[in-house]
């Protein structure tokens, strides 16, 4: 009877169940390291239960109109960000090599310069569509990193982050708040090695609707499961209590210049 059990909780165990699409191991493989933040910006985490067809998908530009894939659209947004962060002047570590498409980003002597590629376009399309690529990877990077950190996200009532992100069956509203004053203090390694920060900042909004992360500096709020317009006036209205303070007011991100790449709150 013992070694029954023994054997059965060994099975048990080694049994998983894929956060995305929810297949099992024993149907699929879940051989490849999901990294929830790329490990190319740095990201040490990954998630045992991605099955290799979903991370292959955020990865794959065939997913993406053979353009850019879902990761990239979320690597290009914070390169910048995170080259400023890297305390000056210091050896870098070598965690995390990006060679972006969009931005040159130089630093020397404290000093960092920057210049936009050619392939970088203003365009309306263009805009709305890495956007909507990089909201994507966003719910791409908190999911994997809620799951992993709270425990969460097997639960049907988060389905539309699924539907969103993996499927891109339904549109989700992501919000930006842009900074006034002030800047996380960060530990030293936090740009190195990026973190994804839920709850450790009194002004981060959370309830069993929407969610507020801060990655490098930068905050962004979102719904998780489903909800109405009065949910979100609701949400958009507490929010602004606990950030009136030290931010502008949300805006819904609709472009990829919405976003203060380089943290502009920095030069003052």
Same mark, same amino acid.
């Given at each position: 009877?013992?070694?029954?059990?023994?054997?059965?909780?060994?099975?048990?165990?080694?049994? #998983?169940?894929?956060?995305?699409?929810?297949?099992?191991? %024993?149907?699929?493989?879940?051989?490849? $390291?999901?990294?929830?933040?790329?490990?190319?910006?740095?990201?040490?985490?990954?998630? #045992?239960?991605?099955?290799?067809?979903? *991370?292959?998908?955020?990865?794959?530009?065939?997913?993406?109109?053979?353009?850019?894939?879902?990761?990239?659209?979320?690597?290009?947004?914070?390169?910048?960000?995170?080259?400023?962060?890297? =305390?000056?002047?210091?050896?870098?570590?070598?965690?995390? /090599?990006?060679?972006?498409?969009?931005?040159?980003?130089? @630093?020397?002597?404290?000093?960092? !310069?920057?210049?936009?590629?050619?392939?970088?376009?203003?365009?309306?399309?263009?805009? *709305?569509?890495?956007?909507?690529?990089?909201?994507?990877?966003?719910? #791409?990077?908190?999911?994997?990193?809620?799951?992993?950190?709270?425990?969460?996200? %097997?639960?049907? #009532?988060?389905? =539309? +982050? /699924?539907?969103?992100?993996?499927?891109? $069956?339904?549109?989700?509203?992501?919000?930006?708040? /842009? /900074?006034? +004053?002030?800047?996380?203090?960060?530990?030293?390694? @936090?740009?190195?090695?990026?973190?994804?920060?839920?709850?450790?900042?009194?002004?981060?909004?959370?309830?069993?609707?929407?969610?507020?992360?801060?990655?490098?500096?930068?905050?962004?709020?979102?719904?998780?499961?489903?909800?109405?317009?009065?949910?979100?006036?609701?949400?958009?209205?507490?929010? !602004?209590?606990?950030?009136?303070?030290?931010?502008?007011?949300?805006?819904?991100? $609709?472009?990829?210049?919405?976003?203060?790449?380089?943290?502009?709150?920095?030069? *003052?």
């Amino acid at each position: 009877m013992c070694a029954s059990n023994n054997m059965a909780k060994k099975s048990y165990d080694i049994v #998983k169940m894929c956060l995305w699409c929810g297949a099992m191991s %024993m149907d699929v493989p879940f051989n490849k $390291k999901a990294h929830t933040i790329p490990k190319s910006l740095g990201g040490q985490n990954y998630n #045992k239960f991605v099955c290799d067809s979903c *991370n292959n998908y955020f990865g794959d530009r065939a997913s993406n109109n053979n353009k850019y894939s879902i990761e990239e659209a979320l690597k290009e947004t914070f390169i910048i960000t995170r080259t400023r962060l890297l =305390i000056p002047g210091k050896i870098k570590r070598k965690v995390g /090599r990006f060679k972006s498409k969009f931005f040159e980003v130089k @630093e020397k002597n404290g000093r960092y !310069s920057l210049s936009i590629k050619h392939q970088f376009k203003f365009s309306p399309g263009f805009q *709305n569509e890495l956007c909507h690529s990089f909201k994507r990877g966003l719910y #791409k990077m908190f999911f994997e990193e809620f799951n992993l950190q709270k425990g969460f996200g %097997m639960e049907a #009532k988060y389905d =539309i +982050i /699924r539907a969103f992100a993996r499927y891109n $069956k339904i549109y989700l509203p992501v919000f930006y708040f /842009r /900074r006034k +004053i002030g800047i996380l203090a960060l530990i030293e390694s @936090e740009a190195e090695t990026p973190i994804l920060l839920f709850d450790r900042i009194k002004y981060l909004f959370s309830d069993d609707k929407f969610i507020e992360i801060e990655f490098l500096g930068h905050v962004f709020g979102f719904p998780i499961t489903d909800f109405n317009t009065v949910d979100l006036q609701n949400y958009l209205v507490e929010s !602004s209590k606990l950030k009136i303070s030290f931010f502008l007011p949300a805006i819904e991100l $609709k472009k990829l210049t919405d976003i203060d790449f380089t943290l502009s709150i920095m030069n *003052n």
